[in-house]
């Protein structure tokens, strides 16, 4: 019984020690000092509204903003839900086949860039939530989002160069650029871009066949006399 006893109040001091002490000591120190960090590290726009997180990388397809690297997380990638990379090996076909897609997919969207396109841009992260560029990596889209938004290629140089982010500590890591602080400077500077138009909704194959088995075909042509 005694044992019992002791192991009854060791467990209930370890709870509330562990589970209920230190767990609000540490948020109530964080809201304290690192406000900002505690919350999200959330990024607002100039009307103050919250477009997204200095952490999380965002999917940009608009020509007028610089893209982060290919995202395996979810099914569309950048799902913060689903962090993760694909799982695929260097000799797997399918990442072959989706590393060349990118590749083709880059060249003929930035004709006016350098011939050898940078790694990154082509590789997933292991997360798939990546908010970083190399500054080579971003400084290789300047000359499609000046031409999107009808600036000199200088001028969008030297927002990238603006945005450059030291090593951590002058030590750890390396030189980069977070891509949503990036296009974020740009609409600060040069205003917002333009939407693109809506996708077209793609039908499956069964919506396609239902809807041609529905669809009433054209009479014959009548004989002439």
Known sequence: MKIMSIAIRTTIVTIVLTGLIYPYAMTGLAQVLFPWRANGSLVTDEQGQVVGSELIAQGFVNPAYFQPRPSA????????????????GTTSKKLQDRAKQDLD?????????????????????????DPHLSPEGALW?????????????????AVVEANVE???????GERRVNVLVTNLALDRQFGKATPLPPAP?????????????????????????
């Open 73 to 88: 997380a979810g099914e569309k990638g950048y799902d913060a839900t689903s962090s993760g990379g694909s799982n695929l």
């Open 201 to 225: 909704e793609k039908k499956d194959a069964k919506e396609s066949a239902a809807a041609g088995a529905t669809d009433p075909q054209p009479p014959p042509p009548a004989d002439k006399p």
């Open 166 to 172: 030291g090593r951590t500590f002058g030590i750890l």
């Open 141 to 157: 889209q300047v000359p499609r989002v000046a031409k999107a938004r009808g600036v000199a290629p200088d001028r969008i140089k």
């Open 105 to 129: 997919r880059l060249k003929k969207e930035n004709p006016e860039a350098a011939a050898t396109v940078p790694v990154e841009l082509v590789t997933a992260s292991g997360s798939g939530l």
